[in-house]
C-alpha cells in the first residue's frame, strides 16, 4: 500500500520552458538531458545529493552546475528562453 508520503511533489524538467513531467531526481526529461553536453551532464550528477529535491538545500555545487548547463543552454538554444527565463 503506498503512503501519501511516498508520492513525491510535481516536478518537471528544468529545460527553460520545457513543462515535461520527470521524477525529482531527474534534472531534464529524457529528450532535453540528452541534449545537453556529457560534461555538463557528468557535473549535475557529480554535485548531486541524493534527497536534495525532498529537502531543497542543493548544494553550491549542484547549482553551480545548473547554472552551467542554463549558460549552455542561453548560448545554444536561446529560442528556449523566449517564454520563460528563471532557473527554477
Ligand atoms: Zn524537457
Not at 511533489?9 to 529524457?30: D, M, R, S, Y
Not at 534527497?51 to 548547463?69: C, L, N, S
Request: proline share 11%; with cysteine.
Amino acid at each position: 500500500m503506498p503512503r501519501a508520503n511516498d508520492i513525491p511533489p510535481e516536478h518537471h524538467c528544468h529545460w527553460p520552458g520545457c513543462q515535461v513531467k520527470t521524477p525529482p531526481k531527474l534534472f531534464a526529461c529524457k529528450m532535453h538531458w540528452y541534449m545537453i553536453p556529457a560534461h555538463l551532464r557528468a557535473g549535475i550528477w557529480a554535485a548531486y545529493v541524493p534527497g536534495q529535491e525532498i529537502r531543497k538545500d542543493p548544494t553550491m555545487a549542484y547549482m553551480m552546475a545548473v547554472r552551467a548547463v542554463y549558460d549552455w543552454v542561453r548560448e545554444n538554444h536561446p529560442e528556449s528562453f523566449t517564454t520563460q527565463g528563471q532557473l527554477f
